[in-house]
């Protein structure tokens, strides 16, 4: 249990640490951050604690889908926005393109990383991903469509408010599901629909198949339809 929940602990930080390289990086952020970012706009709030506060949002909405939160989320809740904003403290605003696409592909591949590493230790799933997957649940809905229709929706209201919308948002939105694909099978995570490892390990070479030995029962036993 203590391997887990230090586990679950480090990938949250390193998430929020990673999304703020790709704020501060400033060629365009995921829907969600730039629903957040627009929303700052015209509140004046700071970026990480409106991601908070719109993560308990989100949270409230999986009670009609009859979504059940663990401890995993909510400490995404509490912790991601909480370390955008130091991460924002620590990491200055760039001015230089070749820059700003470093600080891009370096807050990219480590949100990749963080989530393989956070939702591998199976405390349940970000509040976010929760809606997508109780969306499903709930609606029959397929989860390529209930994500496209949530974050495009909240990709419009974040864009309209005044959020940071470019090519990153684009890349972001091509790459991120391939290089969790690859960071969730490296750390052995576990999907709404089972583990990622779903091909058994094949038997060593030249080894011998068991025969099964027939039993005076199977003999009397009616034999049954393939399914």
């Known amino acids: 249990m203590t391997p887990r929940i230090l586990r679950l602990l480090g990938g949250l930080v390193l998430y929020g640490f990673a999304d703020s390289l790709i704020i501060r990086a400033a060629i365009g952020v995921e829907p969600w951050t730039v629903l957040a970012q627009g929303v700052a706009e015209r509140t004046g709030g700071g970026i990480g604690i409106l991601t908070n506060v719109i993560g308990l949002g989100v949270l409230l909405l999986w009670i009609p889908l009859r979504q059940r939160p663990g401890i995993g989320t909510l400490l995404n809740v509490l912790l991601v926005g909480t370390t955008i904003e130091l991460g924002l403290w620590l990491i200055p605003p760039v001015d230089q393109l070749w820059l700003q696409i470093m600080l891009f592909a370096a807050g990219l591949l480590l949100l990749a990383v963080a989530s393989g590493i956070y939702i591998g230790a199976a405390f349940g799933p970000g509040p976010r991903d929760g809606l997508m997957t109780g969306i499903h649940s709930r ?27 470019g090519i990153g948002t684009l890349v972001f939105a091509l790459t991120i599901g391939p290089l969790c694909g690859l960071t969730l099978r490296w750390f052995g995570a576990r999907t709404p629909y089972g583990s990622m490892k779903t091909v058994p390990d094949a038997a060593p070479p030249n080894s011998p198949t068991p025969t099964p030995t027939p039993k005076d029962s199977d003999a009397r036993r009616p034999a049954l339809p393939h399914p």
């Open 139 to 165: 609606l029959g809905w397929p989860i390529w469509l209930a994500r496209a229709l949530v974050e495009g929706s909240v990709l419009l209201v974040g864009w309209l408010l005044g959020g940071d919308v």
